[in-house]
Structures are given as structure tokens and as C-alpha cells.
């Protein structure tokens, strides 16, 4: 039966083929806009770390009190050093790493080659079991290593390439800042989208990875200057990177695993007890403001997918309504124009169970030869939204097979819906009436 | 005409009917939002910044190994450097000067910070004013092409250095207009004292410059966009910003020359392909992303206005056909040709009437939806006013074919069986 369908289906499209373009081009365009605005979405919201995202916790201090909050009472995103090494030092989650962005020279060994700029970070060795952090070769630093600010450095597989010619760097030095540092961990290709243990300063995205991870102590002490955002409720009373560190403005990043609710809750209980303890102490007047969201929660509230993604999706799938809409206005014009048709079948004894089939078949092809051109569409918008988005957000945008498909199904199921009311109301035509008529 | 027919035809067609206005309706909401949209980006992306861009661009270079910013031995080894390097870049001959600065307007590189009439105000408060500031030298103004409007420039011997982190105390000045004019509303900045950052000291505001754009181009530095304040100061790091105004005409030649300078200066330096940018490649990135959602919207705009008139002409077309012998009638009855084309076209007009009506409360709706939740103003009525009449101009558009075709149906054809 489903042949006959077919075949009926075919014949009445190429009756009107004016008509049939136009819900195939309508469809067509409407579910390419949506799939390539819905491409760069699913690229910048995507979940950078999913098997452990709901054990890793980004703390906030309220450091600055009710001044230096922001219309919505929340307090500074990021740390200042007095609490970031409190917090450290207390050490109560699973692992955590205070961190900061840096972007230090890099001298090639090689004489005559030109110094380059890397950029990097500079944590704890907790930060890379804690993340899952991929290594080629070597590993991460312990943390006699972080206590005892060695001089040690991981690079990145791009660095170790351009620095060693890809082979193991492991036990070799590395000159950053003009000094030595041993290498002992080579990573394999990591460049997480968003940059999630630090969109403060990588704004989230960024299509060159961190080169460079040095140990933070190691960092503070060789005044290793921080590349990211630095802000403050008043001026540094002291001069110089010791005054940054002394004063209360905040500039370190911080990331803790804590691997059940409950974990979750001693640790909230932990920073409540202690900005009270800072309260007691005098150097906070306000009542303790924390929070301690998971790493979902966190790029939601950094507003990490840019608001431009949300309402170009929003307004493509506007886009894709109205072509919907469109094709429901056509397929009922089409449809009732064979009411005759429609009649002799029902007269026959068709079921209107048949009417059904038969019409919804000619939106499902209607529907698959607009997903095929959406398809090609989609092809060409996701490869040129280089030339609109900005480069960082535009390179993550691809085309899979989950996108082909979600395209096409898309297409055939929005056609399919758009066809039932036409569908409904030509199974409705009283057989009596059409064979009267003629 | 009589509407009554129309309407009386219109209630047969009811399906058709809706589903026509409600796509004029989707269509108008969503096109005025995007045009609003566009229209917002294109009014960001021609802002000015109140630099002479044309000639000008941005060396930003790191040095290796360079001595510690925090000790008063190490910034004044630093500032050696720095002078080191700006003698030689103000010695090219395609160079007609240089001026060390932190940053430039959009590069979205930002020192930002508060000035006030009273000393030690706190900062971030009420009686605050936000400013970024440039730190720069007496080659500011013609490097950058601002433009003076009161007091004077800087001159040689107003120029301090200080470390990148130190703290010391700014005792001159030059504002922009926008900046004096919010802080001395009477027009008389020059020669008056203003207190930056919460400082006891006070600073003299020697110069007022036209206008000058902060270097943050994104939404979250609207608020002080032209309140700039410069200081004669150069920063001592472990890095240091050029900007070069090269000899009218010789920006690419300038450019080439200032990596072999600098590493005949000193060549343990880092200066990469991003090292020396023309200034309209700043400003194309920091637009970068205005221009994509300007050129986004555009092209959904433009395939949804294609699609709308489509439809219209589609379902028109399928009317067209199914009253083929009504026409006839009429048109035996004595309508003229031009009475069944003024049927159609009126019958759209109807349609598309309501339409727009629900279109301006959808659009409506659609910004207000659109401001509580991300960054957008209420759009102008021009806009959707606008957009109806450009509706029901493209309504009247998408009819017109079907309708010629329908008042061409001869007379006759009421004499045949249907």
C-alpha cells in the first residue's frame, strides 16, 4: 500500500511542480537556518567535561561586601590571594587548584630562532587528575613539587612539537621567563570548549589552547605577572605584584572536586564557616555571602554561550515556524483542490485511516526532499559561518552525522505536523458531495 | 467596492485565511526585531573613535628575560628599554610618530577605573565617575590624531614612568569632552582638580581632547564609552605598546620596518604575527561579531520575507483557481477587469491588515521577551511602523500576479459547466 502511496503521492507533486518547489525550497531554508544556528549553539553550550561535570565546584568569596557586589548580590567572581591560598591550605575538598593566567616568553634552544608568547596557567598539581587531563608523555607535579615551588613545567603537544620536534621532552628544560624549568608532563590534545576552569579570563572559547602550566607557587615567586583580569574595590596600598597579592583584589580562578552532594554541602558549610571566621577576625564586615556552584552551573551563570548565539537560534527557529506555517497554508490548498479525487476514494470504501496514509506519505516526501536540500544548505551555512562569527566560536561549528540526521528529521517530522490539519481536513470531504458536484 | 462579499468569501476560506495572517504576523514580529537588531549593530559599528584610524597601527612586544617591574631598579632598566625602542621606531623614515601607550580604543585591552571632586571616594561609588585611562606620552596627540579642543597638550617634561603595579600619583591630566563635560557641566574643566581611583591626591585637568573612545568595544562599557582620561605617564613592565603613526600613505612600509628595529635593539623579544597590527584590523575585531549578527539577521530576514511572499502568492494563486467560475460570473454580470484585480488586492489587504495588527503586538511582545532577558532596548515605533507598511507593501506585491491573472478569466467561462 505504502508503494501506492508513494506513487500517488509523486504524480499529484509533479502535478503542481510551482507549488511543490516552493514547500521544498521553504523547508528547505527554514531547517537550514535552524540546524546551522542550532550547529554554533550546540558547539559553545556543550558540555566541556561531561562524565564529571557535576563533581567539580567553582567556590566565590565575598571578599568585597555589599558594595562590591554585583545589582544581584553576587559577590566578586574570582579570588583574592589571601583567600585562594586559605582555601588551599585548608585543602577540604577531594582536589583543587587555585589558578591564574599567564603568558610568558618561551626561548627556543635552538640559536637564532626568535623568542615566542605562549600563553598558560599556573595551578596546582591537583588540577590535572582533577580535570582528566591528558598526557603523551610524563605526567602532572606532585605536590611536594607545589610546596616546594619546583621548577617544573607540563607543555602542551603544540609546544612540544614546535620546541622538540614532537619527541619526549620529559626530564628536558624549558626556558620560560628566561629561566630553566624540567619539563615532566607533555599533553596529548586538550583544548576543552569553553575553556571551563577559567572562562573569567578566557571569556570561554579560544582556538589556541594553553601552552604552558607552571606550578602557582613556583609562578608567584619568580613574579610571574598575571595575563588575565585583574579587579579591585580599591587600590592596592603597596606597589608591585606583592601589593596585587596583599591587596583584595581578585584575580585567581579556583576549581574543587567533590565527588557526592555530601561532599557538596560540608564543602558550602566549610566556605560559610569560613568568611564567619573573617567576619570574627574583622577583616569582613558583612555576613558571610558564598557560593559554590557546580561547573554547569558556573557557565551558566558566566553566561559563557554569548547572548548573539541564543537569539540568532531563537530567530532561525522563528524562521522555520513561519516556513511551517507557510507549508501548511500550501499543502491544505493542495490537498482540497483534490477533493474529487478524495471523494472517488472514499466511495470506493477508502478508510479515512487511508486518506490519512496517503496524504501524510506526500508531506513526509515533501518533507525529505526539503530536509535533502537542508541538508546541502545546512553544509554551506555551518561552512560559512567563518565568515560572520567570530573566528574562536565559528571554528567549533560542525558538521556531524548527529547534524545531518537531526536535519533530516527535523525536516520530515516539522513537514509531517505541518501536514495533519490539511491531512485531517481532506479526510473530512464527504464523498457524496464531490461525486454530486461532478 | 462593497467589503461585505469579501468578507462573506473570506469566512469559506477560513484555514487559508488564518494561516496567512498569522504568517504575515510571525513575519512582521521577526523582522522587526531583526531589523532592530541590525539597525543597533550598524549604529555600534559606526561609532568613531575619535583617532585619525588611517595610518595608524599598534606595535605590542614582550621582552625576554627583562628585569623585575617591582623593584625601583628594574623599572628604571625597563624604562631604558622602553626609550630605547621608541627612539628607534620615531628614527624609520616611513614613521611620523610614536606613543607609548597601554592600550587603544577597542582593543578591548582596558585599565578602567573612577574619577571624582571629592578626595578618597570610594571607589565604585555613587559620586564616582568610570574612565579608562591611557598612559601615554607628549606624542599622544599627533600619533593618535585627537584633537584638542581647550587647555594644552603634554609636553616632554610632563612625563613620568612609573611600574606597571606601582602606585603614584597623577598631578596632570587630559580628559575628553564627554568626561568634562559630565564632571564640570559648565564647561570649564580646564584648570580644575578631579581625584582618581579614591586618591587624596589631587589631579589637574590640563587639556580637554574632542573625543576619545575607550578601548573596551563591548556592551558592558557603554555606560562610559567616551570618558577617557589620559595620563603622562609611560608603564614600565615586562611589555610595552607602540602605537606608530606612520607618513601618510606609508603604512605598510612602516609596518615592515618595525620587527628587524626592534630586534636590532634588542632581539630577546617576543613579537609574533599579532605583534604589529594596523589599527583597522583592531577594529574589525572587536566588530567582528556585530558584523556576523548584522549579516545573520540580514539573511534570515531577507529568506523569510521571501518565503511570506511566496505563500501569499501560492494560496492567492490556489483562490484564484478554485473561484474561476464565480469570477466568470461576475465578470458576465458587468465587473469590469479592474474590479476582480481590486477584489484580490483588497481581499489582501484585509487579510494582511489583521495581520499586522497582531504582528505589532507579537513584535512587541517579542522585544519586551527579548529585554528581560538579554541585552536590548525597546525597540522605536519608526521601526514597527515601518515594518507594516513594508507588510503590506509586500502583500500587495504578492498578490498583484494572481490577481492580473484572475480579472483576465473571460466572461464566458460562467456559461461552462464548472
Given at each position: 500500500?505504502?508503494?501506492?502511496?508513494?506513487e500517488?503521492a509523486?504524480?499529484?507533486?509533479?502535478?503542481?511542480?510551482?507549488?511543490?518547489?516552493?514547500?521544498?525550497?521553504a523547508?528547505?531554508f527554514g531547517?537550514?537556518a535552524?540546524?546551522?544556528?542550532?550547529?554554533?549553539?550546540?558547539?559553545?553550550?556543550?558540555?566541556?567535561?561531561?562524565?564529571?561535570?557535576?563533581?567539580?565546584f567553582v567556590?566565590?568569596i565575598?571578599?568585597?561586601?555589599?558594595?562590591?557586589?554585583?545589582d544581584?548580590g553576587e559577590p566578586?567572581?574570582?579570588?583574592?590571594?589571601t583567600?585562594?591560598m586559605a582555601?588551599?591550605?585548608?585543602?577540604?575538598?577531594k582536589r583543587q587548584?587555585?589558578?591564574?593566567?599567564?603568558?610568558?616568553?618561551?626561548v627556543?634552544a635552538?640559536?637564532?630562532?626568535?623568542?615566542?608568547?605562549?600563553s598558560g596557567h599556573?595551578?596546582?598539581?591537583?588540577?590535572?587528575?582533577?580535570?582528566?587531563v591528558?598526557?603523551?608523555?610524563?605526567s602532572?607535579?606532585s605536590?611536594?613539587?607545589?610546596?616546594?615551588?619546583?621548577?617544573?613545567?607540563?607543555?602542551s603537544?603544540k609546544?612540544?612539537q614546535?620546541?622538540f620536534?614532537g619527541?619526549?621532552s620529559?626530564g628536558?628544560?624549558?626556558?620560560?621567563?628566561?629561566?630553566?624549568?624540567?619539563v615532566?608532563g607533555?599533553?596529548?590534545d586538550w583544548n576543552p570548549q569553553?575553556?571551563f576552569?577559567d572562562?573569567?579570563?578566557t571569556?570561554?572559547f579560544?582556538?589556541n589552547g594553553?601552552d604552558?602550566?607552571?606550578?602557582?607557587l613556583?609562578a608567584i615567586?619568580?613574579?610571574?605577572?598575571n595575563?588575565?583580569?585583574?579587579?579591585?574595590?580599591a587600590?592596592p596600598?603597596?606597589s608591585?605584584?606583592?601589593?596585587?597579592?596583599h591587596s583584595e583584589?581578585?584575580?585567581?580562578?579556583y576549581?574543587?572536586?567533590l565527588?557526592?552532594?555530601?561532599a557538596?554541602?560540608?564543602?558550602?558549610?566549610y566556605?560559610n564557616?569560613?568568611?564567619r571566621e573573617?567576619?570574627?577576625?574583622?577583616r569582613?564586615?558583612?555576613a558571610?555571602n558564598g557560593r559554590?556552584r557546580?561547573?554547569p552551573?558556573?557557565?551558566?551563570?558566566?553566561?559563557?554561550?554569548?547572548?548573539d548565539?541564543?537569539?540568532?537560534?531563537?530567530?532561525a527557529?522563528?524562521l522555520?515556524l513561519?516556513c511551517?506555517?507557510n507549508?501548511?497554508g500550501l499543502?491544505?490548498?493542495?490537498?482540497l483542490r483534490?477533493?474529487g479525487?478524495i471523494?472517488?476514494?472514499r466511495?470506493?470504501?477508502a478508510?479515512?485511516a487511508?486518506?490519512?496514509?496517503?496524504?501524510?506519505?506526500?508531506?513526509?516526501?515533501?518533507?525529505l526532499?526539503?530536509g535533502?536540500l537542508?541538508l546541502l544548505?545546512?553544509g554551506?551555512?555551518?561552512a560559512s559561518?567563518?565568515?560572520?562569527?567570530?573566528?574562536?566560536i565559528?571554528a567549533?561549528a560542525?558538521?556531524?552525522?548527529?547534524l545531518?540526521l537531526?536535519?533530516?528529521?527535523?525536516?520530515?517530522v516539522?513537514?509531517?505536523?505541518?501536514?495533519l490539519?490539511?491531512?485531517?481536513?481532506?479526510?473530512?470531504v464527504?464523498?457524496?458531495?464531490?461525486l454530486?458536484s461532478n | 467596492m462593497?467589503?461585505?462579499?469579501?468578507?462573506?468569501?473570506l469566512?469559506?476560506h477560513?484555514?487559508g485565511?488564518v494561516?496567512?495572517?498569522l504568517?504575515?504576523?510571525?513575519?512582521?514580529?521577526?523582522v522587526?526585531?531583526?531589523v532592530f537588531?541590525?539597525g543597533?549593530?550598524?549604529?555600534?559599528?559606526?561609532?568613531t573613535t575619535?583617532?585619525?584610524e588611517?595610518?595608524?597601527?599598534?606595535?605590542s612586544?614582550?621582552w625576554?628575560?627583562?628585569?623585575?617591574?617591582?623593584?625601583?631598579?628594574?623599572v628604571?632598566k625597563?624604562d631604558?628599554m622602553?626609550?630605547e625602542?621608541l627612539?628607534?621606531?620615531?628614527q624609520?623614515p616611513?614613521?611620523a610618530?610614536?606613543?607609548p601607550?597601554?592600550?587603544?580604543p577597542?582593543?578591548?585591552?582596558?585599565?578602567t577605573?573612577s574619577?571624582?571632586?571629592k578626595?578618597g571616594?570610594?571607589?565604585?561609588g555613587?559620586d564616582n565617575t568610570?574612565?579608562?585611562?591611557y598612559?601615554?606620552d607628549e606624542?599622544m596627540?599627533?600619533?593618535?590624531?585627537a584633537?584638542?579642543?581647550a587647555?594644552?597638550?603634554?609636553?616632554?617634561?610632563?612625563?613620568?614612568?612609573?611600574?606597571f603595579?606601582?602606585?603614584?600619583?597623577?598631578p596632570?591630566?587630559i580628559?575628553?569632552?564627554q568626561?568634562a563635560?559630565?564632571?564640570f557641566?559648565?564647561?570649564?574643566?580646564?584648570g580644575?582638580?578631579?581625584?582618581?581611583?579614591?586618591s587624596n591626591?589631587?589631579?589637574?585637568?590640563i587639556?580637554?581632547v574632542?573625543?576619545?573612545?575607550?578601548?573596551?568595544s563591548?556592551?558592558?562599557?557603554n555606560?562610559?564609552?567616551?570618558?577617557s582620561t589620559?595620563?603622562?605617564?609611560r608603564?614600565?613592565?615586562?611589555?610595552?605598546?607602540y602605537a606608530?603613526r606612520?607618513k601618510?600613505g606609508r603604512?605598510d612600509?612602516?609596518?615592515?620596518?618595525v620587527?628587524?628595529?626592534?630586534?636590532?635593539?634588542?632581539?630577546m623579544?617576543?613579537?609574533d604575527?599579532?605583534?604589529v597590527?594596523?589599527?583597522?584590523d583592531i577594529?574589525?575585531r572587536?566588530?567582528r561579531?556585530?558584523v556576523?549578527?548584522?549579516?545573520?539577521?540580514g539573511?534570515i530576514?531577507l529568506i523569510?520575507?521571501?518565503?511570506?511572499?511566496?505563500?501569499i502568492v501560492g494560496?492567492?494563486?490556489?483562490?484564484?483557481?478554485?473561484?474561476?467560475?464565480?469570477?466568470?460570473?461576475?465578470?458576465?454580470?458587468?465587473a469590469?477587469?479592474?474590479?476582480?484585480?481590486?477584489?484580490f488586492?483588497?481581499?489582501n489587504?484585509l487579510?494582511?491588515?489583521?495581520?499586522?495588527v497582531?504582528?505589532?503586538?507579537?513584535?512587541?511582545g517579542?522585544?519586551?521577551w527579548?529585554?528581560?532577558h538579554?541585552?536590548?532596548t525597546?525597540?522605536p515605533l519608526?521601526y514597527?511602523l515601518?515594518?507594516?507598511?513594508?507588510m503590506?507593501?509586500?502583500?500587495?506585491?504578492a498578490?498583484?500576479a494572481?490577481a492580473?491573472?484572475a480579472?483576465n478569466?473571460?466572461?464566458v467561462?460562467?456559461?461552462?459547466?464548472?
Amino acid at each position: 500500500m505504502f508503494s501506492y502511496y508513494l506513487e500517488l503521492a509523486l504524480r499529484s507533486l509533479r502535478r503542481s511542480p510551482g507549488l511543490t518547489a516552493l514547500m521544498v525550497l521553504a523547508i528547505g531554508f527554514g531547517v537550514a537556518a535552524s540546524m546551522t544556528t542550532w550547529s554554533v549553539f550546540r558547539a559553545v553550550s556543550g558540555d566541556p567535561i561531561p562524565w564529571k561535570s557535576s563533581q567539580l565546584f567553582v567556590p566565590q568569596i565575598d571578599n568585597w561586601g555589599p558594595n562590591g557586589r554585583s545589582d544581584d548580590g553576587e559577590p566578586p567572581n574570582a579570588m583574592g590571594y589571601t583567600d585562594a591560598m586559605a582555601l588551599m591550605r585548608d585543602h577540604r575538598a577531594k582536589r583543587q587548584s587555585a589558578m591564574y593566567q599567564i603568558s610568558p616568553s618561551v626561548v627556543p634552544a635552538e640559536a637564532g630562532k626568535h623568542p615566542l608568547n605562549v600563553s598558560g596557567h599556573a595551578v596546582y598539581g591537583e588540577f590535572f587528575p582533577m580535570l582528566d587531563v591528558p598526557f603523551k608523555y610524563g605526567s602532572g607535579w606532585s605536590a611536594s613539587d607545589d610546596t616546594n615551588r619546583a621548577m617544573v613545567a607540563v607543555i602542551s603537544g603544540k609546544l612540544n612539537q614546535k620546541l622538540f620536534g614532537g619527541a619526549s621532552s620529559v626530564g628536558k628544560t624549558v626556558n620560560i621567563e628566561g629561566k630553566d624549568y624540567r619539563v615532566v608532563g607533555v599533553l596529548d590534545d586538550w583544548n576543552p570548549q569553553p575553556r571551563f576552569y577559567d572562562v573569567v579570563n578566557t571569556g570561554g572559547f579560544s582556538t589556541n589552547g594553553d601552552d604552558v602550566f607552571l606550578p602557582f607557587l613556583t609562578a608567584i615567586q619568580a613574579s610571574m605577572p598575571n595575563d588575565g583580569n585583574t579587579n579591585c574595590n580599591a587600590v592596592p596600598e603597596e606597589s608591585g605584584f606583592v601589593g596585587l597579592q596583599h591587596s583584595e583584589c581578585v584575580w585567581i580562578a579556583y576549581m574543587a572536586e567533590l565527588d557526592s552532594a555530601a561532599a557538596a554541602t560540608s564543602y558550602r558549610n566549610y566556605l560559610n564557616d569560613y568568611a564567619r571566621e573573617q567576619q570574627q577576625a574583622g577583616r569582613f564586615r558583612w555576613a558571610p555571602n558564598g557560593r559554590l556552584r557546580n561547573l554547569p552551573e558556573w557557565l551558566d551563570n558566566q553566561h559563557v554561550v554569548p547572548s548573539d548565539t541564543k537569539v540568532s537560534l531563537l530567530v532561525a527557529l522563528g524562521l522555520l515556524l513561519v516556513c511551517l506555517v507557510n507549508t501548511v497554508g500550501l499543502l491544505l490548498a493542495k490537498f482540497l483542490r483534490r477533493s474529487g479525487e478524495i471523494g472517488v476514494r472514499r466511495a470506493l470504501g477508502a478508510q479515512r485511516a487511508a486518506i490519512y496514509a496517503q496524504f501524510l506519505t506526500e508531506a513526509g516526501i515533501v518533507g525529505l526532499a526539503g530536509g535533502v536540500l537542508g541538508l546541502l544548505l545546512t553544509g554551506a551555512g555551518v561552512a560559512s559561518v567563518g565568515w560572520v562569527l567570530p573566528r574562536d566560536i565559528a571554528a567549533l561549528a560542525r558538521v556531524d552525522v548527529s547534524l545531518l540526521l537531526l536535519t533530516l528529521l527535523v525536516a520530515v517530522v516539522a513537514t509531517m505536523l505541518a501536514g495533519l490539519y490539511p491531512t485531517f481536513r481532506a479526510s473530512r470531504v464527504q464523498p457524496a458531495w464531490q461525486l454530486k458536484s461532478n | 467596492m462593497k467589503l461585505h462579499p469579501i468578507l462573506a468569501a473570506l469566512r469559506k476560506h477560513k484555514a487559508g485565511t488564518v494561516l496567512i495572517a498569522l504568517q504575515i504576523a510571525l513575519t512582521l514580529a521577526i523582522v522587526c526585531n531583526a531589523v532592530f537588531i541590525i539597525g543597533q549593530r550598524i549604529d555600534r559599528v559606526n561609532r568613531t573613535t575619535g583617532l585619525d584610524e588611517s595610518d595608524l597601527f599598534l606595535v605590542s612586544q614582550q621582552w625576554v628575560g627583562a628585569p623585575n617591574a617591582d623593584s625601583a631598579d628594574g623599572v628604571e632598566k625597563l624604562d631604558a628599554m622602553q626609550r630605547e625602542d621608541l627612539a628607534a621606531l620615531r628614527q624609520l623614515p616611513d614613521v611620523a610618530s610614536v606613543a607609548p601607550i597601554n592600550s587603544l580604543p577597542l582593543l578591548n585591552s582596558s585599565w578602567t577605573g573612577s574619577v571624582s571632586h571629592k578626595p578618597g571616594a570610594q571607589l565604585g561609588g555613587k559620586d564616582n565617575t568610570r574612565t579608562a585611562y591611557y598612559f601615554t606620552d607628549e606624542q599622544m596627540l599627533s600619533t593618535l590624531g585627537a584633537r584638542l579642543v581647550a587647555g594644552r597638550a603634554f609636553n616632554a617634561g610632563d612625563v613620568q614612568h612609573q611600574g606597571f603595579r606601582d602606585r603614584r600619583d597623577r598631578p596632570i591630566a587630559i580628559i575628553t569632552q564627554q568626561l568634562a563635560d559630565k564632571l564640570f557641566p559648565k564647561g570649564d574643566a580646564v584648570g580644575k582638580v578631579m581625584y582618581t581611583d579614591g586618591s587624596n591626591a589631587p589631579t589637574t585637568i590640563i587639556g580637554v581632547v574632542a573625543r576619545l573612545q575607550i578601548p573596551a568595544s563591548g556592551s558592558w562599557g557603554n555606560d562610559f564609552a567616551w570618558y577617557s582620561t589620559l595620563i603622562p605617564t609611560r608603564l614600565d613592565a615586562n611589555f610595552a605598546r607602540y602605537a606608530v603613526r606612520a607618513k601618510p600613505g606609508r603604512l605598510d612600509a612602516a609596518m615592515r620596518a618595525v620587527a628587524p628595529t626592534l630586534y636590532k635593539v634588542n632581539p630577546m623579544r617576543v613579537l609574533d604575527d599579532d605583534s604589529v597590527k594596523p589599527f583597522s584590523d583592531i577594529r574589525a575585531r572587536a566588530y567582528r561579531a556585530d558584523v556576523g549578527m548584522a549579516i545573520l539577521m540580514g539573511v534570515i530576514c531577507l529568506i523569510l520575507l521571501c518565503v511570506t511572499a511566496a505563500g501569499i502568492v501560492g494560496l492567492t494563486s490556489f483562490w484564484v483557481g478554485q473561484r474561476h467560475r464565480q469570477i466568470g460570473v461576475r465578470r458576465a454580470l458587468g465587473a469590469r477587469k479592474i474590479d476582480i484585480l481590486h477584489y484580490f488586492q483588497i481581499e489582501n489587504l484585509l487579510i494582511a491588515g489583521v495581520g499586522v495588527v497582531i504582528g505589532v503586538l507579537l513584535a512587541l511582545g517579542l522585544n519586551l521577551w527579548l529585554m528581560s532577558h538579554y541585552e536590548m532596548t525597546r525597540i522605536p515605533l519608526s521601526y514597527v511602523l515601518t515594518g507594516v507598511l513594508a507588510m503590506l507593501a509586500i502583500g500587495q506585491a504578492a498578490v498583484f500576479a494572481p490577481a492580473r491573472r484572475a480579472s483576465n478569466v473571460p466572461p464566458v467561462v460562467a456559461t461552462r459547466a464548472a
